[in-house]
């Protein structure tokens, strides 16, 4: 894989200098967060923060140049909650917390801007319920149980529009176990 994301990563700089496109910019940045993906999944944390700090460079960029392109504000709170995954890994909770809080803070405006946007409610359920895994790990159970509240509110929510949805109907059922295991 390392060398697969080498090539990957040669091919995007030799055609970057002839581009300037900005759907080339967030390609690129998705490379960057896929790259991340394989790394976290091998272990190799401070390759995969790189590799996110990257892509975050990127999605920053993009959304200060159109920050009315919703598209580009999602970007930029995944690559927030990427590394906010990354430095859950690390132990480093301290920067997993802000950099969630970082993704729920755009999650919450683009859930506000457009309420029946199913996959933005759906992000903002997770930014909750990475909040709360933070906090549970942390020993501040109090904490955690409201932001998995506000997950599982939302949850509840989009399950109830689409019963058949396997991945909310998952959400659903995996919170409502976290404030169980709190609540014992």
């Known amino acids: 894989m390392d060398s697969v994301n080498a090539r990957v990563n040669d091919y995007y700089e030799k055609i970057r200098a002839n581009s300037g496109s900005l759907d080339f910019e967030r ?21 995969a923060r790189k590799a996110y700090e990257q892509s975050l460079v990127i999605a ?28 859950t890994a690390a132990g480093k909770l301290d920067a997993a917390r802000k950099a969630y809080e970082q993704s729920l803070a755009i999650r919450e405006r683009l859930a506000q801007a457009d309420p029946s946007n199913s996959g933005w409610q759906r992000d903002l359920s997770v ?13 501040q159970r109090e904490k955690a149980l ?39």
């Open 27 to 47: 390609r690129r940045a998705a490379n960057y967060d896929n790259q991340g993906d394989t790394l976290l999944a091998q272990g190799k944390l401070d390759a």
């Open 60 to 87: 920053e960029r993009l959304a200060k140049a159109d920050p009315s392109n919703s598209g580009w504000q999602r970007d930029l709170s995944l690559s927030y909650s990427k590394l906010g995954d990354v430095e």
């Open 127 to 139: 930014s909750h319920m990475r909040i709360g895994n933070v906090l549970t790990q942390r020993n």
């Open 146 to 184: 409201v932001f998995f509240e506000n997950g599982r509110a939302i949850s509840e929510r989009l399950t109830k529009l689409d019963p058949s949805n396997a991945v909310w109907k998952n959400d659903l059922e995996w919170v409502n176990g976290k404030i169980a295991e709190l609540k014992k």
